[in-house]
């Protein structure tokens, strides 16, 4: 007789240095790409990796992700309402984000991160600090999802807690390790959050009963741009741990 899932064993493989290196390069080789190829990415791989990622942890294991993807023209369709929004004059005051992802006051070290950041992109780019014009254009891709030829909007229903975010953030994070795996390149993003009053009704889903949590690109990385050549400083262990015994 077959065992329930829930009671089936955990697979206890030995752990071997070829494992540990698979696993910490599908992490550490995991960038934000802002240039896809048009290559498609088929069905079955999008749903084996959101198979595998359904297995990260949520608390008393609601798993309150929802998840949907956008190819062909359903993409290209939000993709041309949402740079037609966001070109508009008062973009900034009439598109609002449901959650605040970012502080309303920003303090150093975040803000020194933060500016880093955007000046190395820029830097590679070749975008100067007065050239507002062209900011805006690169702030634009993210509403082309970087050229990428799958979108995914992440929401969830309004009844959940902000823990529920939490458990949101490991599902975001293990989609975007098993699509490394797969040799496939992604890029969280929070913009389209501004635009969750286009995004929703888009994609058929009630904002009276869910919120938008975020959005990825899905795809290949050219491996020609620029762009994808950003790799992000991160801080020495010692520097945001301490050990007590």
């Keep these: 007789m077959s065992q329930h899932p829930a009671s089936q064993p955990r697979d206890e493989r030995p752990v071997t240095p070829e494992s540990v290196a698979a696993v910490d390069h599908a992490i550490t080789s995991r960038r934000?790409?802002?240039?896809?190829?048009?290559?498609?990415?088929?069905?079955?791989?999008?749903?084996?990796?959101?198979r595998v990622a359904s297995r990260a942890p949520s608390g008393?294991?609601?798993?309150?992700?929802?998840?949907h993807v956008l190819?062909?023209?359903?993409?290209?369709?939000?993709?041309d309402k949402v740079l037609a929004a966001a070109a508009t004059q008062d973009a900034t005051d009439r598109y609002k984000e449901q959650y605040d992802y970012y502080p309303a006051e920003w303090v150093s070290p975040y803000i020194d991160r933060r500016r880093k950041v955007g000046w190395d992109l820029y830097g590679l780019l070749g975008i100067e600090k007065a050239d507002k014009l062209a900011m805006r254009m690169q702030q634009a891709r993210n509403f082309q999802y970087f050229d990428a030829p799958v979108g995914?909007?992440?929401t969830m229903n309004r009844v959940m807690g902000r823990g529920?975010?939490?458990?949101?953030?490991?599902?975001?994070q293990t989609i975007m390790i098993v699509a490394r795996a797969r040799g496939l390149d992604t890029c969280p993003q929070a913009a389209w959050n501004h635009f969750h009053g286009i995004v929703l009704?888009?994609?058929?889903?009630?904002?009276?009963?869910?919120?938008?949590?975020?959005?990825?690109?899905?795809?290949h990385a050219d491996p020609a741009a620029i762009e994808n050549t950003l790799h992000t400083d991160r801080e020495a262990v010692s520097a945001f741990t301490r050990f007590l015994g």
């Excluded at 498609?40 to 999008?46: D, F, G, K, Y």
């Excluded at 008393?60 to 998840?67: A, F, K």
């Excluded at 889903?205 to 975020?214: L, Y």
């Design 71 to 79: 190819t062909g023209a359903s993409r290209q369709g939000l993709v």
């Design 164 to 172: 529920s975010l939490l458990d949101y953030g490991m599902f975001l």
């Design 201 to 219: 009704p888009h994609i058929g889903v009630d904002p009276q009963q869910h919120m938008m949590v975020a959005s990825m690109a899905l795809g």
């Design 32 to 50: 934000s790409i802002r240039r896809f190829l048009p290559t498609e990415v088929p069905r079955a791989v999008i749903e084996d990796i959101l």
């Design 152 to 154: 995914l909007v992440f």
């Design 60 to 67: 008393t294991n609601t798993q309150p992700w929802e998840v």
